[in-house]
């Protein structure tokens, strides 16, 4: 449910394989004036357009193939377009800001500014990291090395929550998807080293494979850890075990299945290997009738699979697993040859980037991680007016309102379920730009040259707050992302969507830009992002974000076959020669993308008042709305990142994001003229339309 990558947790966000500067010669270098890359007043760059290709061929090509083909992805980058160069002029306003808060420096900061300061600076000085060299990581090292039966380890992975330590289950705090106003404990199976399951068991990823062992090792020998060669090789045949029991990503995304409330004391039944007593007391659950305390959990059989085979594994293998893991999670914070061991395999050599950022960037990066609401607070003081604000929300008004009449006029729907439905559109709460309320660092510790410790303390912070929701009524002025950040998202169990200040820019929105591409750029966003509460899992929260079937089974039945339909489009889809996209593990931000295209049609001729739409440039009207949407999409990813992505993405590749959207939409052959016998012809019968 979002626009860019997938959150953990209930909500989703857009996704992050973004957008695009708009210039048809090489992008600009990132700084303020990429904020602005389009022709005044008018909002779409015409020239990165290439017009030799027919629209109804290959609709992606036609309106950015010029722009794609001379855009040169920084060496500092695995995907780049208007997300990423977006991202970049928020990084440099960030990098302002802690320049700023920093040009008094303190021995003991207080103030949330002077922590900043302080933060970022530490980060900055890599020679004080090289002095300290490996001596950081001891003592966290020496927590490793006393793990030698199922209490220690099972204590070593409750604390891993608030430090660099492993902990391969994902715990945390979140609201009950069945009492969405109460917070619950919750867990899954949480991640290995490689980004997927398929990486372990797929001939595919044999190359990765090898990469990832040689690096286990080159982590190991780098700490001193002995025999670091041959316990790599257990350790990635562990993994591999651990790959052939957790669940597939596509199965992971349905809320029911997901939704296994038990107890405690019930999981330590289940799924023997590890005290699961042990782990949440020392994760900092309260101790009290732990057996007793309730925990949601995502995938049974696959946490009673991990942890049978934790259980059956030696504690040689165990302590080395889990110090490379330590090793790796920490690498930023270390030396020069960890960042940059740590850079060539999960940077390089999974999504194929060739040189690593510079420090300020990762300092803006780790700044950010640690205290990204107390800089968002200045963020939107610098940059964000309340005119963009205001014009935002009335948008968000005119999609909404787009949405209701769509509703009203669904023909596969039963009138009980589409009554509801519109309730629940009703309940929409539409958040733009910051938060009602900012989070306090008062109680975060931050000391002048412990980079370390900064960052460790930063994570013990980021748990401690999350732990302080258990047992507490859900707090709706929190906020998932930064306003500083390049997205947004959609909270099913709130019926909430968010958009956060930093996205609210050209491409996706230009004050003073032609309205029609506003409302296929920002306006489609929009859509998307209420059409998430509608989609495969969205749908089946009710009006108050309670998860439960508040449909008919005839209703589910005919969305099924809809969606079924819809998902054999993308399946087909080829993203690099033989690697399709996954039309299951797509599924919810493909229809996002389809309601919200459409829905930015809709808007956009509601805007008109019935008056006929001005042609602009020789454009129509409706051929803008299209055209603002493609633009939004007009990025070039790395050949080893569109691999990852294709397992691990809920959101589907640039081109795929334009294209199959558009052949489902009549109004798109219309305004193109695409006829029968063009690659991206459907006849009439063939196309999807769900909302």
């Not at 929105?509 to 929009?526: K, L, M, Q, R, S």
């Amino acid at each position: 449910m979002s626009f860019h990558k997938r959150l953990l947790g209930a909500a989703s966000a857009l996704g992050l394989i973004g957008l695009a500067s708009a210039n048809a010669a090489p992008a600009p270098a990132a700084s303020a004036d990429a904020a602005k890359p389009y022709p005044a007043g008018w909002g779409f760059d015409a020239a990165g357009m290439d017009t030799k290709v027919k629209p109804g061929d290959d609709f992606f090509r036609y309106s950015n193939g010029t722009y794609v083909d001379n855009i040169v992805i920084p060496p500092d980058k695995s995907v780049f377009g208007p997300f990423s160069i977006l991202a970049d002029v928020a990084r440099e306003r960030v990098q302002g800001i802690l320049r700023e808060a920093g040009r008094n420096p303190v021995a003991d900061p207080k103030t949330t500014e002077q922590k900043l300061g302080v933060y970022y600076a530490t980060f900055l000085d890599e020679d004080a990291a090289e002095k300290r060299g490996v001596a950081p990581l001891q003592a966290d090292l020496d927590a490793v090395k006393g793990v030698k039966d199922p209490i220690s380890l099972a204590k070593l992975l409750g604390q891993a929550q608030g430090s660099f330590q492993f902990n391969p289950f994902g715990l945390g705090i979140d609201a009950d998807p069945k009492d969405p106003t109460q917070n619950a404990l919750m867990m899954d199976q949480g991640g290995l080293g490689l980004p997927d399951r398929d990486y372990y068991l797929k001939p595919d990823f044999a190359k990765k494979r090898a990469a990832y062992q040689a690096y286990i090792a080159k982590m190991l020998g780098m700490i001193g850890w002995p025999d670091a060669t041959a316990q790599a090789a257990k350790i990635v045949a562990l993994e591999t075990d651990m790959s052939k029991v957790q669940w597939a990503r596509a199965d992971r995304r349905d809320p029911v299945k997901t939704y296994n409330a038990m107890r405690i004391a019930d999981l330590a039944k289940s799924a023997p290997g590890v005290d699961w007593a042990v782990m949440f007391v020392n994760a900092g659950i309260p101790a009290s009738n732990i057996g007793g305390r309730r925990l949601i959990v995502s995938e049974p059989s696959a946490i009673t699979g991990m942890a049978k085979i934790i259980g059956a594994t030696d504690y040689d293998t165990l302590r080395a697993w889990l110090a490379f893991h330590l090793a790796d999670n920490a690498a930023p914070s270390l030396t020069k040859a960890f960042v940059q061991a740590s850079f060539e395999f999960n940077d390089h050599e999974l999504e194929g980037q060739p040189q690593l950022a510079e420090r300020w960037k990762r300092a803006v990066g780790a700044t950010s991680h640690a205290m990204g609401f107390a800089i968002g607070k200045i963020y939107v003081a610098k940059y964000f007016p309340p005119s963009a604000q205001a014009r935002i929300t009335e948008l968000t008004h005119e999609v909404k309102a787009a949405f209701a009449e769509r509703l009203k006029h669904v023909d596969w729907m039963a009138p009980k379920t589409r009554e509801a439905a519109l309730r629940k559109l009703n309940n929409f709460e539409i958040l733009v730009g910051y938060p009602k309320k900012w989070r306090d660092y008062g109680s975060l510790v931050v000391k002048p040259g412990d980079l370390y410790g900064n960052a460790e303390r930063a994570a013990a912070f980021r748990w401690q707050f999350e732990l302080h929701h258990l047992d507490r009524k859900v707090d709706r002025d929190e906020w998932l992302m930064t306003p500083q950040t390049v997205n947004a998202y959609n909270n099913p169990t709130q019926v909430e969507v968010v958009f956060p200040a930093a996205i609210l820019q050209p491409p996706f929105f230009d004050p003073t830009g032609d309205d029609a591409v506003n409302y296929g750029a920002i306006g489609g966003v929009i859509g998307h992002e209420m059409t998430h509460s509608f989609d495969d899992e969205g749908r089946q929260f009710d009006e108050n974000g309670r998860l439960h079937q508040w449909w008919t089974k005839e209703d589910v039945s005919r969305f099924q076959a809809l969606a079924d339909r819809y998902g054999k489009q993308y399946d087909a889809f080829e993203v690099l020669p033989g690697v399709h996209l996954n039309g299951k593990l797509t599924m919810g931000e493909n229809i996002a993308d389809l309601g919200g295209l459409t829905l930015g049609l809709d808007a956009y001729h509601a805007s008109l008042h019935g008056k006929p739409a001005p042609v602009v440039h020789g454009l129509t009207g409706d051929q803008r709305v299209f055209l603002g949407w493609s633009q939004d999409w007009r990025e070039k990813v790395r050949d080893d990142a569109a691999r990852n992505y294709a397992v691990v993405d809920p959101h589907s590749s640039p081109a795929a994001r334009v294209n199959l959207p558009m052949h489902n939409i009549d109004a798109w052959y219309k305004a193109f003229d695409v006829q029968p016998g063009q690659k991206l012809y459907l006849s009439p019968e063939q196309r999807v339309k769900i909302w």
